[in-house]
């Protein structure tokens, strides 16, 4: 048997992001490409703004870990106040961080770190990736609520796994397949979301404008470390 | 009959605002030996939450009537519920006021005979207990589903399997899922072996709440036009009540109620044939689980014993220290109550240091194993390691807690 390759990701984000449905939709994804995956979530009261982490395992052999993720390798940082006001169950928010491992923040700029936090992060010879998700949903989008669109993107992007395609798919099962359970707070909000838009499809259309851009700005970056480059269209 | 007031299934289409030629889903579903569904049938794997995998088992299991009050993290499976009732799977279903008249109510429905399906987490579990503990004794065959939840102050929302101590000593049989398959298959032989006659208790399927009900994994399932047969109230230990044929009686006998005209033995002899029939449950669960417990590497001379979720991540242990060269044993146990006494001594007699990971502070499990093990078996038994307050176990936890053990003990 080849080794058994993992990726162990910690999302933490904000209640109404979609932390809980990008890691739904990553997980899928890397089944639907003939992977192992696993996911949990971990959120107190469902509100907005309130911390929301999520974990996703990710490995080409069977996983039977479950539960958080203490030492992951990947983190994934949905909101910039994760890390500026300490809105996360995680604090600081790269506890655990194996070494040389990928730190992956919404935001547009570098974010300012404490002296301690600094020096920590270079002692893990953290890899920090900034991607503008928030601003790619509103351009690609028009919402902001895209921004998770951009964060499972970017994922595709860097790692291969899942790839475009299958992650396009797992979009697919999220909003119009079988369905995806997530949470009681998601339907409320699915509602709002198909409100916005009169049609599923123009949903599905936007959400993949966002995937591609996301995997198209990781190839860009030089950020893409998957043995088969993803494509930025699925 | 469908569609007809009064009729077993007594939902009209008109009622429920669908087509006049709307058929329940249950109707159009085939049934089948209980033993070619647990073993025989085709399977189909998805990829689907505990949850999820609640709502699967509980379309396949052919259930009359369920009653509930939400409570995370069980409320998404009682959610899927409604989808079921909606569809047709499920006769009978309805949110009660909360945890003491949801089991009451559940008391009531299966004593008169029909397959009764309930769920709870946690604190629900706390504030129902004087109920379901009056369950065993009346003989009513009831499923529980329970995602377990801190129930200790501070509050917390996080899987904790310490409400499971509190069902122990209750008669109820009692099975501890590890992952989103078990929460699918246990249920269904757990309603098979509480209907036995020579059982006629209620069932629990607990698992960890939240690292199974919400998040996801590979459930293999059979198709969904098979289901279980359904109960017959009348194949039990004690009759079904008769609520047709007035005056009903809500005692379940009244000798037993304990007065100035019963002996104290009447009752004594009524709780001894409750945890007997408890004991006489292991021959059904044993043919429809494969075993009460399983066995990783029966010749090691280090074992973990679990149960639930500590034993996924027992499981990444053993395959890790597997890595490294060191065979570690796992014995997960599937059923509590019965307690697989017999099978777990036959698996550990070779083995020299015993270490019981749970997801509790206080390590029931780790009393359950001692208390069968004391004076059988040679092993040095260790407590721990235990997380709890909803807390991960890291699979490194145990490795650490492995390394330590095998210099402690030579």
């Given at each position: 048997m080849s080794e058994v390759k993992r990726y162990n990701i910690r999302m933490a984000g904000i209640g109404g992001q979609g932390v809980v449905t990008a890691s739904h939709i990553i997980s899928n994804g890397v089944v639907i490409s003939g992977g192992f995956s696993s996911l949990v979530p971990f959120f107190g009261s469902e509100k907005r703004n309130a911390p929301v982490e999520s974990y996703v395992r990710i490995s080409n052999d069977t996983i039977y870990e479950i539960g958080e993720i203490i030492f992951p390798n990947v983190l994934m940082i949905f909101h910039p106040s994760v890390i500026t006001l300490g809105k996360s169950y995680t604090m600081p928010f790269y506890t655990g961080l194996k070494q040389r491992g990928i730190i992956l923040i919404n935001s547009k700029k570098p974010i300012p770190f404490s002296r301690d936090e600094q020096r920590e992060l270079e002692e893990k010879?953290?890899?920090i990736y900034y991607l503008p998700a928030t601003e790619m949903a509103n351009e690609l989008a028009k919402t902001d609520l895209a921004t998770n669109m951009a964060m499972c993107g970017a994922i595709s992007g860097i790692f291969g796994i899942p790839d475009a395609k299958s992650l396009a798919a797992s979009v697919k099962d999220r909003f119009v397949g079988k369905g995806i359970v997530t949470s009681g707070g998601t339907a409320a909000l699915d509602s709002a979301i198909e409100k916005k838009f009169a049609k599923k499809q123009k949903l599905l259309e936007a959400n993949q404008r966002v995937l591609d851009g996301a995997v198209q700005y990781t190839i860009d970056q030089g950020w893409s470390e998957a043995e088969q480059p993803a494509k930025a269209t699925a | 009959m469908a569609n007809v007031k009064g009729s077993s299934v007594c939902r009209t289409a008109v009622d429920e605002g669908k087509p006049a030629d709307w058929v329940p889903g249950g109707e159009k579903q085939t049934v089948v030996d209980p033993m070619k569904m647990f073993h025989e049938l085709p399977r189909e794997m998805q990829f689907i939450t505990g949850s999820e995998a609640a709502r699967e088992s509980m379309r396949r299991a052919n259930i009359d009537i369920a009653i509930a009050y939400p409570i995370t993290p069980q409320s998404e499976s009682m959610q899927q519920a409604g989808y079921l009732y909606d569809e047709g799977y499920i006769k009978e279903y309805y949110r009660a006021e909360e945890e003491i008249g949801t089991f009451s109510a559940i008391s009531g429905a299966s004593r008169a005979g029909v397959r009764a399906l309930t769920a709870t987490s946690g604190p629900g579990l706390m504030r129902g207990m004087e109920a379901v503990s009056s369950w065993p004794g009346a003989r009513t065959p009831i499923i529980m589903l329970n995602m377990c939840r801190v129930i200790n102050t501070p509050l917390a929302i996080q899987p904790d399997n310490i409400e499971m101590s509190f069902l122990l000593n209750t008669g109820i049989l009692l099975l501890h899922a590890e992952n989103q398959q078990d929460f699918y298959d246990y249920p269904l032989a757990a309603i098979m072996a509480s209907e036995q006659v020579d059982v006629t208790l209620p069932a629990v399927v607990s698992v960890d709440g939240f690292f199974c009900t919400h998040a996801r994994g590979p459930v293999r399932i059979t198709p969904e036009e098979y289901k279980?047969?359904?109960?017959?109230?009348?194949?039990?230990?004690?009759?079904?009540?008769?609520?047709?044929?007035?005056?009903?009686?809500?005692?379940?006998?009244?000798?037993?109620?304990k007065s100035n005209f019963i002996s104290y033995h009447m009752h004594a002899s009524w709780q001894q044939e409750v945890f007997a029939a408890v004991e006489r449950s292991a021959k059904y669960f044993d043919k429809y689980l494969g075993g009460l417990v399983e066995v990783i590497n029966p010749d090691a001379e280090d074992f973990i014993i679990a149960s639930g979720c500590a034993v996924s991540q027992a499981r990444e242990a053993v395959r890790q220290e597997g890595e490294q060269g060191r065979i570690v044993g796992l014995v997960k146990v599937k059923t509590i109550r019965p307690f697989p006494t017999t099978s777990i001594l036959n698996a550990v007699k070779n083995a020299k240091r015993i270490l019981i990971p749970e997801f509790n502070q206080a390590g029931w499990l780790h009393k359950e194993v001692c208390s069968v093990l004391y004076g059988r078996c040679n092993a040095v038994i260790k407590d721990g390691p235990r997380v709890f307050g909803g807390m991960t176990m890291p699979t490194e936890m145990i490795l650490e807690w492995l390394e330590e053990f095998r210099k402690e003990t030579k």
């Open positions: 010879e953290a890899r | 279980l047969p359904p109960r017959d109230g009348w194949r039990s230990a004690v009759p079904a009540m008769d609520n047709e044929n007035p005056p009903a009686r809500i005692s379940r006998d009244a000798p037993i109620q």
